[in-house]
């Protein structure tokens, strides 16, 4: 069976079967070893606990900026547009993602149009480039807000 992955480890080099005073009792080898597993079983159980949060701490830390993006700069004529918005987070083999947008599917068919063209007049303080500008304006918070939301999950205070 092959041995899992483990994204913990620990080594503090190997210890020696000789003193000054004779040889280590064979068992103590062992002993430190079977300590320092079972430390490194709680860090790895802790590990796979923040890792299995990943994609709420995404999703939680895009909140603001995807409220922004719908409800300050998207325009909005039928509000079909701003209806379109979705910001979802999941999990796959590669790990934690997030995917936030709008006109998922080709719904409204002039989502991708409306976004890109800056030749459009909006009524400030809808625009063009609705989702760019908020991720771009947002970026150093969203930042803060994932290493908040992963130091709230992994028990070191913070929260989001």
Do not use: C
């Not at 080594?11 to 005073?21: E, F, I, L, N």
């Not at 070893?33 to 079972?38: D, I, K, T, V």
């Not at 599917?105 to 030749?119: F, I, M, N």
């Amino acid at each position: 069976m092959a041995r899992a992955f483990s994204p913990i480890r620990a080594r503090v080099g190997r210890v020696r079967a000789t003193t000054s005073r004779g040889k280590i009792h064979p068992g103590y080898e062992r002993a430190i070893q079977g300590q320092m597993n079972a430390i490194l079983k709680e860090y790895r159980r802790w590990a796979d606990h923040v890792k299995g949060q990943g994609a709420e701490v995404l999703r939680e830390a895009l909140m603001d900026t995807f409220f922004k993006a719908r409800d300050v700069y998207t325009p909005i004529r039928t509000g079909d547009l701003r209806d379109s918005g979705f910001l979802e987070a999941g999990k796959s083999s590669s790990g934690s993602f997030v995917v936030i947008g709008f006109g998922r599917g080709g719904s409204p068919h002039y989502a991708a149009l409306v976004h890109e063209r800056t030749d459009f007049f909006h009524k400030p303080p809808t625009r063009s480039k609705f989702l760019q500008v908020a991720l771009e304006e947002d970026a150093n918070e969203i930042q803060a807000r994932i290493l908040k939301g992963y130091k709230h999950v992994a028990g070191f205070g913070g929260g989001l």
